[in-house]
């Protein structure tokens, strides 16, 4: 018989919190060493910018000790329990993981962004600590609890996918067609991975598990596939990369650094798919706790980092007076035109719209005023030190859509987020003169670089919803939709599509 290996319960809880710690701070290597690929191999000039820009706030990152994006994640665990383990405590495993969460998420030197809401169909109460994790537990034979940590970003979690096809459905083709369609609200270049068979949850749980399998394309193309998944593998990396979307969707050669698929048996009458999305913030560690304390990882090594030209980042940028900034100012703006901003901006995203749409149902007054204002789509990460902001990169802009003409409406001028906005929003876009700016998702240090002061204005109990007031200066962005209703989400991947 197997010896029984006692793991304590608080080791497991320090485990998971320095290995959160860790993750929100550090890219993993390999997906590093992709990126700075891309960047090399990359032709689209505003495609090799924003990856410039993610390399370099990830540097920044690791270098300041402060998360890679404002959007630390939702913490999801697989663990894998020996069955030859007694776990000492009087907490259950999913509990030990929750209190790891709890702490990593409150560090006083290095808070992370809690993004957990409960009562998800009504309240929407942010749970202040980003509890709880979703944690999945198998046991296996063997004397050690294996633990897959990861904190995925919403945005990407928002486009995972799932269909269940007919037996002789082409799985490629259905990955294809869907990846084409879901925008850049994914942060692109990331991972695209395909679970396929098993029941519907069975194939979700597959596609997230294969996430965070090491990042070995390159490694695939060079020796050549040895079986019918790694061909699969290898058509599905060439042509979502042929479909031009690029980085942020801008246009471009890299979508994907690399392409999962993994697979289980299924009913003769199934086809479970289902297609998980990484973005940028490719955020993931394993850690095997033997009953020996609590498990640390090695920070990687600060050359694992590429130079980046920072004169080829601001080349040909306009400088923008946000505080004397009109309509008329905007209408020789072109998509693809890069621009750096400097004055004030209001901030406010989803709970921030709602909540303005409420008020104005009930005829009462905002405590602020849009007129002739720009909004910028983020929740920060709350400051440390000397910081007037933490991380702030963008959020997804598509979800502020419902919202568009009641903003435009109260005299917004310009509005800045990531990824596409739908057709409607950018006809009203148009057609109120105003337009949509957009910052790199997935550098978010950087753009917190470019905020010189933040105020609470209001909505304080939203958190990191709440609506506050930044002064940027140079802070950098691309016109994604101009005064004529061009949009370079369909411009840049209709140039670079192969
Ligand atoms: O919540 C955020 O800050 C960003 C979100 O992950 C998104 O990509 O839209």
Request: glycine share 10%; with cysteine.
């Amino acid at each position: 018989m197997m010896p029984i290996t006692t793991i304590r319960g608080p080791d497991i809880t320090e485990t998971v919190r320095a290995a959160l710690q860790f993750i929100a701070v550090y890219h993993t290597p390999d997906y590093l060493r992709q990126l700075t690929l891309a960047y090399q191999n990359e032709q689209s000039p505003a495609a090799r910018s924003a990856i410039g820009q993610i390399l370099e706030s990830s540097r920044l990152a690791a270098t300041g000790n402060r998360p890679m994006c404002q959007d630390t994640g939702m913490v999801t665990v697989f663990a894998k329990v020996g069955q030859s383990v007694v776990i000492d405590g009087d907490k259950s495993l999913a509990d030990y993981v929750n209190d790891g969460v709890r702490q990593a998420y409150l560090d006083v030197g290095n808070p992370l962004r809690a993004s957990m809401v409960a009562d998800p169909i009504f309240a929407r109460r942010n749970t202040r600590d980003n509890t709880p994790a979703v944690t999945h537990v198998e046991t296996c034979v063997g004397d050690t609890i294996e633990l897959l940590i990861a904190a995925k970003g919403g945005g990407s979690e928002n486009k995972a996918r799932y269909t269940m096809l007919n037996p002789a459905a082409s799985v490629a083709d259905w990955v294809v067609g869907t990846v084409e369609k879901l925008g850049a609200g994914w942060c692109p270049p990331g991972l695209i991975s395909v679970g396929v068979g098993g029941s519907a949850e069975k194939a979700m749980l597959l596609a997230k598990r294969a996430l965070m399998d090491e990042i070995d394309m390159g490694e695939l193309q060079q020796r050549g596939p040895s079986s019918k998944e790694e061909e699969l593998r290898l058509e599905l990396f060439e042509r979502i990369n042929a479909l031009g979307i690029g980085a942020q969707g801008l246009g471009g050669l890299t979508t994907v650094v690399d392409v999962k698929v993994a697979s289980y048996p299924t009913h003769a009458a199934s086809k479970p798919v289902a297609l998980m999305p990484q973005c940028a913030a490719n955020r993931h560690a394993k850690v095997t706790l033997r009953g020996e304390g609590p498990v640390y990882l090695d920070p990687p090594d600060l050359d694992l980092w590429p130079e980046i030209d920072r004169s080829e980042g601001t080349a040909g940028m306009h400088r923008i007076d946000l505080d004397s900034l009109t309509r008329n100012d905007m209408q020789n703006w072109k998509p693809g035109d890069r621009l750096l901003l400097s004055g004030k901006i209001l901030t406010g995203r989803d709970a921030a719209h709602k909540r303005i749409a409420d008020m104005l149902s009930r005829g009462e007054p905002l405590p602020f005023s849009l007129k002739d204002r720009v909004i910028y789509y983020v929740g920060p990460v709350d400051p440390v030190g000397d910081e007037v902001v933490g991380p702030a990169g963008p959020t997804t802009s598509t979800r502020m859509d419902a919202y568009t003409q009641m903003m435009l409406d109260q005299g917004i001028l310009s509005m800045i987020g990531k990824a596409e906005r739908g057709p409607d929003s950018t006809e009203r876009i148009a057609k109120a003169g105003a337009t949509y700016l957009i910052a790199v998702g997935g550098a978010a240090v950087l753009v917190s670089k470019a905020i010189t002061s933040a105020r609470l204005i209001a909505f304080e109990d939203l958190g990191m919803e709440a609506v506050r007031e930044f002064e940027v200066r140079n802070m950098p962005v691309t016109v994604a939709v101009d005064g004529s209703g061009q949009s370079i989400h369909l411009l840049g991947p209709a140039r670079w599509r192969r």
